[in-house]
């Protein structure tokens, strides 16, 4: 065995396989796995379709189809069969929802280059002349798709990277992971492994391997089964007479996915009540095992399947099997570094292996070699996680996850399990003024506030729901009179020291706000030069400042702010996120609610934009600061926590006759877009660079060095391929955009929008897109795809509503 490498590969199976192959692939030769079994782990599961809907997300979307582009060169490059059959994946709709996810969807796809077919139940009666089409409005294939044999990927990925120089030491165990001053030491039963970086795919030994380092690894899996029939004459015959194998077929409204095996049939239901398992871990001895069977569980879901596809009744089962499958609390993977951890990288809960395999170890190799993946990450982070994720948190929430599979991924879908874990003071108070909670972060969040006797209840859909209508109230009301807005989820942090100010410097590529009180809007670029982190930027003292940047990114800002930070004691990091609150005041009469819960003077003279100062709002102490991402006239109270309720209280009551009402985060989307405000995540990305998302005034490259100025001057002198616009999209009916949809001149794809809604102050429904810049100009015509029918959209000058920003100065 080695004793030193650059990497090891801790687990083996089809993802960390994936990994190693691309390190090598990427000229690390010097790599190393270690597996505990043989490389054939996870080869009871099977592949059944590749491409899975990643609920509409762009970013996941691209590690998919990297697989699939990838496992068909394969066998090429290596001379292995993977085990590949071609035979398309075909999804059945019987609900108008369904039908509107699968446009969504197709929208997102089309963006990526993955090839989607609309068909009709006669269409899919020819393809599947087994199914029962009396019932369906229509399917969707991916022609390009099909199944593939687990064990024989591996195996041929194993190969490649032998080729490339990387090694594979089977059947060894690793016992213990020890951080060193320069890297990490492997300890496994047969030696130790010094190496510069780890990376942990241990599949259902995740939260084994992170205790070995200190992490609590946000994985548990779940039991999956699925069910092996006998053969069945039709499905013999059709092979005797050389017809093709039937695709993939999913039929989500049952939950079930079916493909023919050996002449007869798989059936692979995703039902409720899976339990978690191994929630304490498994035992070393579990590699393969096998749980009893339910067949209780899988009842509702055989009945379906006899209902689409009567063949499945006419045969006996062979076998049904129930295993371990790894699961997150929303179903996606966790790729990328650990926090708090040098060279430490995490690559686990693949309940899709096969499927995600190759994409992840594609962009861990980009991140391991060259410092930045080249796809923004964010829909696979594993900080989009925090230590809200218990143990006890995770078992529900990935038994959710598991049971939502198949379940319609509408786009405004709040899930249920684990909720009401994380909550503001004023929780009960919003409630009781009507408000629909969301969740982000483990922080429950007023989405928006049911009232004129609507029911209390959410409303999801791809279209205009109940609660289009109370948003449009509470914009109103933010345009007219003052609105409430609770955004105690909002990360927060102090950097403070002697050292404070140099390092802040060189982390934001803006300047610095210099003045005790000021405040700036800052971004973080990555080595690559894209935006990395958003952060509002407020000056305190001479060697302290207040950071505050998106709720649902603490972990990974605070990771990336404390990654960078110099270790001389030189700067401190302070996390004040669960100590201090922020309530937002909002509209034309901000200013009169201020004066009347304050005897600070809150005039435009005193008090002027882009300032913050420390005052009483009751007998509270507040640090209200001139900000806010909607375009009004307003404040961020920002509170230690404890003085939450006085202060809402005193704003609600002095509010009265000034109109006050609370408003939640989907007329906060509404508002800021209206302003053509960016959100990390969506406009702003590691793949653009921030001249392509418009941040030019607060990109600074001539104030001295920062993270990625370099590649961001490199980038500049190469060209752009993208320009943000801010899109009115017209004759729109009951939908609007929702993201990702694909923007068109003359037929053919010219961008993608990033976010979209309708726009209340200005009556319109705005998009925001990312375009070619060739097209990217005012009055520009373009058309673009909302639930599968074309709206023509013209490009607005940026900021239309208060493009001059009067109402923010006022």
Known sequence: MKSKAKVVVVGGGVVGVSALYHLAKKGLSDVVLVERKELTSGSTWHAAGLLPLFNMSYSVGQLHKYAVDLYKKLEEETGQNVGFSVVSNIRLASTKDRMDEYHQYAGVAQTIGVDVKFLTPDQVKEIWPLCNTSDLLGAIQHPEDGYIQPADLTQAMATGARNMGAEIYRNTAVVGIKQTKDGWIVETDKGAIECEHVISCSGNFARQTGKMVGLDIPVIPVEHQYIVTEAHPDILKRKKEGLPEMGVLRDSDSRWYMREEAGGLILGPYEDGAPACYVDGPSKDSEYEL???????????????????????????????????????????????????????????????????????????EWIVDGEPTIDMLGVE??????????????????????????????DEERGAARELRTSPCYDRMKALGAVFGQKFGWERPNFFAVDGMEQKDDWSFRRSKWFEAIKKECKNVKENVGLLDMTAFAKCRIKGPGAEEFLDYLVANKLPKKIGRIGLCHALNTKGGVHSEFTIMREAPDSFYLV?????????????????????????????????????????????????SSDDFSGENFKWLSAKNVNVGNAPVNAMRVNFVGELGWELHH????????????????????????????????????????????????????????????????????????????????????????EIHNVEDADVLGNNPIYQNDKVVGRATGGDFGFRLDKSIALGMVNPNVATTGQKLKIDILGKMYDATILDESPYDPENNLLRA
């Open 382 to 411: 594993p900080r989009r996680f925090g230590d809200y994720a218990t143990k006890s948190y995770l078992k529900e929430k990935n038994e959710e996850a598991y049971n939502h599979v198949f379940k319609v991924h509408y786009p």
């Open 549 to 597: 940047s998106a709720g649902a990114n603490q972990r990974l800002d605070h990771d990336w702010i404390q990654k960078w930070m110099p270790n001389d004691g030189t700067v401190q990091f302070e996390n004040l996120t669960n100590s201090m609150g922020v309530l937002v005041v909002s509209g034309p009469k901000a200013r009169e609610l201020m004066t009347r819960v």
């Open 640 to 727: 230690p926590i404890e003085y939450q309720n006085h202060i809402f209280d005193k704003l609600m009551e002095a509010g009265k006759d000034l109109g006050i009402k609370p408003y939640g985060i989907r007329a906060m989307n509404s508002l800021r877009l209206e302003k053509s405000y960016k959100l990390v995540g969506t406009e702003l990305s590691i793949e653009y660079s921030p001249y392509e998302s418009g941040l030019d005034r607060f990109i600074h490259p001539n104030k001295g060095n920062f993270i990625g100025l370099e590649a961001l001057n490199k980038w500049r002198e190469k060209g752009f391929k993208n320009k943000l616009v801010t899109m």
């Open 291 to 365: 749980f009893q069977e339910d067949l209780d569980r899988l009842a509702p879901h055989i009945e379906g399947a006899i209902h689409r596809v009567p063949a499945f009744g006419e045969v006996g089962v062979k076998k049904v099997y129930n295993g371990a499958i790894c699961y997150t609390p929303d179903g996606n993977p966790i790729v990328g570094p650990a926090w708090g951890l040098k060279n430490f990288w995490i690559n686990e809960g693949h309940s899709f292996g096969i499927t995600a395999a190759g994409g992840a170890g594609w962009q861990l190799a």
